[in-house]
């Protein structure tokens, strides 16, 4: 018997986040109605007039895509806190980094279904041509989706444990994800417009430098989030 | 003969306030320690510190005569049966059982956990959600959880807790085996005579401390009783 | 633990708080210096006045994010209490520095902008930073275990330094109005010496304050511990 190597074991930890959540689908399910209702919403509030769809759908897409985030995030450690599940990945030999990776890839599967509902769901409602941006779009989803996703995931550790646990979660990490929403949207936009990739180039670098840095801060301050 | 579960000067404050301060303890393979005490006297932060979920402030804690301080992994050989279930309730009983059983690095998780929930008499409800099982069945599933991995040290907080007599009986089965297998036991309760009825050796802890620490046939059960009962009113 | 004086049973007096008295005199000091003593620059008129409380006060909050940074890292590393406690002292003040710096901000800006407002990138970067600091002193409130607290502000505040030149980066990105910074560029200051003078002197009548503050701060933390575990019963 030796105990699974870090990646391994996160694997299994990601893998039962996400049994539980094909067996509730409660999280899920609300997350994807609540990212679509909110494009909805959002095109009733919508001048368009005044403000062309190319304009207000990056908007739409990323500050949709950052709240129905937040409600994935919020579920993640919530299984863990009941019955003190937690616990039982404590006691046993995986590494305390190999709990916060499992999180953190289930929390990013999560937060990847619902970018693949809401993205063709703005282009769809906002009759927008992302026919021959798709791909690139999905790229910048994915880029977001990790920065979202390293930060959330030890904020909502830590957030389980205190009092207004709803609330906590939102307010930790929505100024982290400031400059992921800025970047996302803003190269949206640029791709949207049709310009050259080489204009979102900036942003897309600091999307990126996000995740590295973030990636790697967060998976090393995790073990200090637990109590020893 | 290094001991299964071995502590020296063992301390954990918290802040200002020493839960467990100093203590020392050997136990040898099979035997078993029936540990009182009244609330708040650190005995659960003593079980927390064996099973490496807590790390000491002071001395260390030895499994098999490895240092939970200085090997984490090796927490590996502990079980631990604690208040709460440690189970997903959204799961199955095998399903918790299968995680737990790769957790540990199993080669075969699905045959182990069958036979843990099977030695804990509950495979016949192992494709049931947990949250579908009654408080004494999920109990059952958690002490099944705790063995999984045959560990050589097995912590129990208030086990009996909760447990019908057919669960019971079969946590008094699985203890037995475990014991003669070479597991160390550390036995928290409140029941003094449930207690004693398993244990080598008992301690009565007051204030982190052991205030009385002996092996169990040197003395009487009722007498022991008495003392218990007294000791903890005078600490009160 | 921290050495205390005052044993138990001792009578608590008043304290004279010497620090922060000889830290507002030396700002008022600065500040009548820069209303009667130092030209009106020629565009801007009295408005440029502000600069020396605005600049000062954000130079100052910046300091004190910096020691929370600093003291968050001690924390996790020794697990000192002291760097805790230092850390939420420094948050406070911080984030008091930084509401000055957003509030004289829009003070001046009305005349010379035109608007109190606007989303420029220093503007919009320190709003982020105002909400960042507020929500780290947000979850010590909302953690009633002193040790949890500790770490988990320490995971905190490191992040948040890390964030900070994200931030920046961002907002930067976006076309900006602000003024740029004149008197810590490469080149020469382009202001005149008396200015400097005087926006100098206010800086470390500031830090000074800052200093005081942080120092007031840290004491009431002190006893508010101390009170804590006096009423814990023992």
Known sequence: MSAPSTLAAAWLVARKDLAIEFRTRTAFMSAAVFAVLGIVIFYFAWDSTAVSAIDLAPGVLWVIFTFSGLLGLQRSFAVEQVDRAMDGLLISPVDREAIYLGKAIANFLFVGGIQVLAIPAVALFYNLPFERSLLVLFGIALLAALGLVAVGTLFSAMAVNTRMAELLLPMLSLPFFVPVVMAAAESTARLLAGRPIAEAWPWLRILLAFDLVFIVACTLAFPFTLEE | ?236 | ?234
Request: proline share 4%; with cysteine; net charge positive.
């Open chain 2, 1 to 236: 003969m290094t001991a299964a579960l071995e502590a020296s000067a063992l301390s954990k404050s918290f802040g200002q306030r020493r839960a467990v301060d100093g203590i020392d303890l050997a136990l040898g393979a099979g035997e078993c320690l029936a540990l009182f005490g009244p609330n708040g006297a650190g005995k659960t932060t003593l079980l927390r510190l064996f099973a490496g979920l807590l790390r000491p402030t002071g001395g260390h804690a030895y499994v098999q005569g490895v240092s939970l301080r200085d090997e984490p992994r090796t927490r590996e050989r502990v079980g631990l049966i604690s208040h709460q279930s440690m189970l997903y309730t959204a799961l199955t009983a095998r399903e918790n059982l299968e995680f737990a059983a790769r957790l540990y690095g199993l080669p075969d998780a699905g045959a182990a956990a069958m036979r843990a929930l099977e030695a804990m008499r509950i495979a016949d409800r192992a494709g049931m959600p947990v949250r579908a099982l009654s408080r004494g069945l999920q109990q059952r599933v958690s002490i099944a959880r705790a063995i999984v991995h045959d560990p050589a040290v097995v912590l129990l907080d208030e086990p009996y807790t909760g447990l019908d007599e057919v669960g019971a009986r079969a946590l008094t089965t699985q203890l037995r085996t475990l014991r003669a297998r070479g597991a160390a036991l550390v036995l928290v309760t409140h029941n003094v005579a449930e207690g004693l009825a398993l244990a080598t050796h008992a301690a009565i802890m007051t204030d982190g401390r052991f205030a009385r620490f002996e092996q169990r046939d040197v003395f009487d059960a009722t007498q022991y009783l008495a003392d218990y009962r007294e000791l903890v009113n005078v600490g009160a």
């Open chain 3, 1 to 234: 633990m921290t050495a205390s004086p005052a044993g138990e049973g001792s009578t608590p007096r008043p304290v004279f708080d010497w620090l922060i008295w000889l830290a507002l005199a030396a700002v008022a000091g600065a500040y009548i210096r820069a209303i009667f003593f130092t030209p009106p620059e020629a565009l801007q008129g009295y408005a440029q006045k502000i600069y020396y409380i605005h600049v000062s006060a954000a130079l100052n909050a910046y300091l004190a994010f910096g020691v929370v940074f600093v003291a968050s890292i001690v924390h996790l590393w020794l697990g000192d209490v002291r760097a805790d406690r230092l850390a939420e002292a420094s948050a406070e003040v911080g984030l008091l520095f930084t509401t000055v710096v957003l509030t004289t901000g829009p003070m001046w800006a009305r005349p010379i902008w035109g608007t109190w407002w606007t989303w420029d990138a220093r503007l919009t970067a320190t709003l982020f930073l105002w909400f960042l600091y507020a929500s780290y002193l947000v979850l010590r409130g909302a953690i009633d275990d002193p040790h949890m607290r500790a770490r988990y502000s320490a995971v905190t505040g490191i992040m948040g330094a890390i964030l900070i030149p994200f931030i920046h980066l961002s907002v930067y990105l976006f076309r900006t109005l602000h003024p740029m910074p004149i008197l810590l560029k490469p080149s020469a200051p382009s202001m005149p010496g008396d200015m400097v003078e005087t926006f100098l002197i206010a800086w470390v009548a500031f830090t000074l304050l800052c200093i005081a503050l942080l120092r007031a701060r840290y004491r009431y933390g002190e006893l508010k511990e101390r009170a804590a575990m006096l009423e814990a019963g023992r």
